[in-house]
C-alpha cells in the first residue's frame, strides 16, 4: 500500500468516525428528551396513522407512515415515544450525513482538512442540532426530520457523483428523490431543478 493509499484510508476513517460522533453525540441527547407520550401540532395524527397505517392529512406522507408503522413494532417504549423515536434516528443521521456532504464538498474546493477542520465542523454542526427548531422536529413525530434527512442524502450523493465517484450515486440519488417524493411533496419543487441539472450533467455524452 502506498502513502497515498494509506492517508486516504486514513482520511475516510477519520470522516466516518467525526459523523459517527455527531450522530452518537446529538441522538443521546434527542433520545433523553423524547416525549412518551403525543406532543404538538400534527403529532397526535402522525402517531395514530403510523399505528393503524392510516392515511394523515395530505398528501398522505405515506413514506413516514410506514417507516412509523415499523418503528411501532419496537418491544419496548410507549407508541407515541417509538413513533417520535424515527424522527430521533432521522435527525441524527441527517447531521452525520451534513458533515460528510460538507466534507466532500471542501474536498471538491481542493482544501485538506486536518484533526482541526473535522472537529470545527462538527461543533459547527452541533450548534443546529441543539437550536430549538431542529431539536423540536427530533423529538416529535413529525415528518420534518426525515424529509431533512432525505434531502441531505441527495445532496451527500450528488456530491460524490461530482467528485467522479460514478453515475450509480446519480442513479442512487434518483432513487432516493422518489422517495423525498413520497414523503413531502415540497421537495418536487424545491429540488428538482437542481437535481435535474445533475442529471442532465451525468448523461451527457
Not at 474536498?107 to 484533526?115: D, Q, S, Y
Request: hydrophobic share 60%; charged share 10%.
Amino acid at each position: 500500500m502506498t502513502n497515498e493509499s494509506r492517508k486516504s484510508a486514513s482520511d475516510k476513517r477519520a470522516s466516518r468516525l467525526a459523523a459517527a460522533a455527531l450522530f452518537a453525540l446529538s441522538f443521546a441527547v434527542y433520545l433523553a428528551t423524547l416525549p412518551k407520550t403525543v406532543s404538538f401540532e400534527d403529532s397526535a395524527e402522525f402517531v395514530t396513522a403510523s399505528a393503524v397505517l392510516g392515511i394523515a392529512h395530505p398528501s398522505g406522507y405515506p413514506l413516514y407512515v410506514l417507516l412509523g408503522k415499523l418503528f411501532t413494532f419496537l418491544p419496548f417504549g410507549t407508541i407515541p415515544w417509538r413513533v417520535a423515536l424515527l424522527s430521533a434516528v432521522c435527525a441524527s443521521a441527517a447531521l452525520a450525513f451534513a458533515y460528510l456532504t460538507a466534507e466532500g464538498l471542501v474536498r471538491l474546493a481542493g482544501v485538506e482538512l486536518g484533526r482541526t477542520g473535522r472537529a470545527a465542523m462538527v461543533l459547527v454542526l452541533l450548534q443546529p442540532a441543539f437550536a430549538e427548531i431542529w431539536w423540536s422536529q427530533a423529538v416529535y413525530a413529525k415528518v420534518y426530520a426525515l424529509h431533512a434527512l432525505l434531502l441531505i442524502l441527495i445532496a451527500w450523493l450528488l456530491t460524490g457523483f461530482a467528485s467522479g465517484r460514478g453515475r450509480d450515486r446519480l442513479y442512487a440519488a434518483a432513487f432516493v428523490f422518489g422517495l423525498a417524493c413520497s414523503n413531502h411533496l415540497f421537495l418536487a419543487l424545491a429540488a428538482a431543478p437542481g437535481f435535474a441539472l445533475f442529471a442532465a450533467a451525468g448523461t451527457a455524452p
